[in-house]
T-cell receptor, first 105, second 112 residues
């Protein structure tokens, strides 16, 4: 299953809303996770089951979608949110999107 | 809490071998397919191999077939990756994963 993320780079000002997209090449139901990754760090789980926040994740992060179209929304970007975000499906083996870099505008 | 601790990485010459280990806790390890995932420097995440619950079914990324072998020991809640004939392009941080990537990974550097 091929996962495609868009855009590759998103320039956003602090306090603004960010919307990241992820598309699967075939239906994956809700078997999708989102990660945040900062330089030199392991991926940090944000969302699993397409829409359930992981433990300790602030409620400004929300996930939605099912089937082939998914969205991660960050409602009001904080300085610590500038990072690379990956989606990953676990419906059939594991496969990852290419990532979206959220940078300061 | 789900935890995975990877170990066994290091610097190895091209053509050399390494064995990675992952010790899992916080979930019933024997119930899950498990995978190895890697991330080359400056690149995205890439699935490498997976293994079913009893070890009877294994799948590999084409570029590692015949060189890497995944295995598990359910009694020890552990996952392994035997890597032979290593190449420069295998340089990456390697993570173990159930449905979700866990742990801090272990760095494999293939260089002369």
């Amino acid at each position: 299953i091929v996962m495609t993320q868009s855009p590759a780079t998103l320039s956003v000002s602090p306090g603004e809303r960010a919307t990241l997209s992820c598309r699967a090449s075939q239906s994956i139901s809700s078997n999708l996770v989102w990660y945040q990754q900062k330089p030199g760090q392991a991926p940090r789980l944000l969302i699993y089951g397409a829409s359930t926040r992981a433990t300790g994740i602030p409620d400004r992060f929300s996930g939605s979608g099912s089937g082939t179209e998914f969205t991660l929304t960050i409602s009001s970007l904080q300085s610590e949110d500038f990072a690379v975000y990956y989606c990953q499906q676990y419906n059939n083996r594991l496969s990852f999107g290419g990532g979206t870099k959220v940078e300061i505008k | 809490e789900v935890q995975m601790v990877e170990s066994g990485g290091g610097l190895v010459q091209p053509g050399g071998s390494l064995r990675l280990s992952c010790e899992a806790s916080g979930f019933t390890f024997s119930n899950y397919w498990m995978s190895w995932v890697r991330q080359a420097p400056g690149k995205g995440l890439e699935w490498v191999a997976n293994i079913n619950q009893d070890g009877s079914d294994k799948n590999y990324l084409d570029s590692v077939k015949g060189r890497f072998t995944i295995s598990r020991d359910n009694a020890k809640n552990s996952l392994y990756l035997q890597m032979n004939s290593l190449r420069a392009e295998d340089t990456a941080v390697y993570y173990c994963a159930g449905s979700i990537v866990g742990g801090q990974g272990t760095l494999v550097t293939v260089s002369s």
